[in-house]
């Protein structure tokens, strides 16, 4: 991953002096492309569900300082695990995006949550591609998290399944950081939202 940024970096660097006259070509054209070991693809087994869904209990229900633990985790792998979406994808999700009355019940992937320097963090309109809009239909089980969150939610602004206490959107990268404690601690350090 570095490796790549670092090649887009300077590919661009050399681009301008190109532009500029400095250089004649560009040396990072030159260059041969990255190449990285392919991983073994790993999925869930329902012994490593059981061990997920015990970990993020155990999160959950642990006394550490500051605010209690919420539900969010858990909910939030949930519909991860349910709907296929990415991890933004499913933060950026609004109830107006969740149809609970339909059989079978559907949400509408429509939007990512994107944060950037001197922006905040924020929903974005669409999400990663054109193609990423689309409507998924729901288990039971993650229809019933969702009617559960519906019956709990307090009126919000931003209309977010998942909001923060302050009725902004959650970050990306704050819930992978929990994820990597929680996972840490069961073994389960293979196991990334990507998963899911």
Do not use: C
């Not at 919000?156 to 206490?165: G, L």
């Amino acid at each position: 991953s570095r490796q790549r940024k670092t090649k887009v970096v300077l590919g661009a660097m050399f681009a301008l002096a190109v532009r500029h006259d400095a250089l004649y070509i560009n040396p990072v054209q030159q260059t041969s492309k990255i190449h990285r070991d392919r991983q073994e693809v790993r999925s869930l087994t329902i012994e490593d569900l059981q061990r997920v869904r015990t970990a993020l209990k155990k999160w959950a229900t642990e006394a550490r300082p500051g605010p209690k633990a919420s539900s969010d985790m858990a909910d939030i792998v949930d519909v991860m695990l349910g709907s296929g979406a990415r991890i933004g994808e499913v933060l950026a999700l609004r109830w107006a995006d969740v149809d609970l009355a339909a059989t079978p019940p559907t949400l509408t992937i429509k939007g990512t949550i994107r944060t950037e320097k001197g922006k905040g963090t924020y929903r974005k309109a669409h999400p990663k591609t054109e193609a990423s809009v689309r409507t998924t239909a729901l288990p039971a089980f993650v229809a019933a998290v969702l009617r559960r969150r519906l019956a709990e939610a307090s009126a919000s602004e931003i209309d977010a399944v998942f909001p923060t206490r302050n009725d902004t959107w959650l970050q990306v990268s704050n819930v992978q950081r929990r994820w990597r404690e929680i996972r840490s601690d069961a073994g389960l350090d293979w196991v990334t939202p990507h998963t899911f």
